[in-house]
């Protein structure tokens, strides 16, 4: 995943208002997720991934604020054919504040 990040950070994130902090937030959540391959992370592997988060004391809006970041990266990706699946966390619904 870590690879993809970075490819995501090169060709779109740095020119981004806040990409360092962007790029910061994912790659602590790919080293909290143990960096799978992109292709294994799915609404599951997310899923199980926020309720860790929510029971260790982090908000809600920290948690979607990971959600949109995780979702534009693969958004822009598979904009730039840097990926060709299904937007893993595309249709999981945000956390109500």
Not at 14 to 37: A, F, V, W
């Amino acid at each position: 995943m870590s690879e993809l990040v970075d490819k995501w950070y090169q060709s779109h994130g740095q020119h981004l208002k806040d990409g360092e902090n962007q790029l910061l937030m994912i790659r602590n959540m790919c080293s909290r997720l143990k960096n799978p391959r992109a292709i294994e992370i799915d609404a599951d592997l997310f899923l199980a991934y926020r309720n860790e988060r929510l029971a260790a004391g982090v908000s809600a809006n920290t948690i979607n604020h990971e959600q949109t970041y995780l979702n534009a990266i693969f958004n822009e990706l598979g904009r730039s054919g840097d990926w060709s699946e299904p937007n893993p966390v595309g249709k999981v619904k945000k956390l109500k504040n």
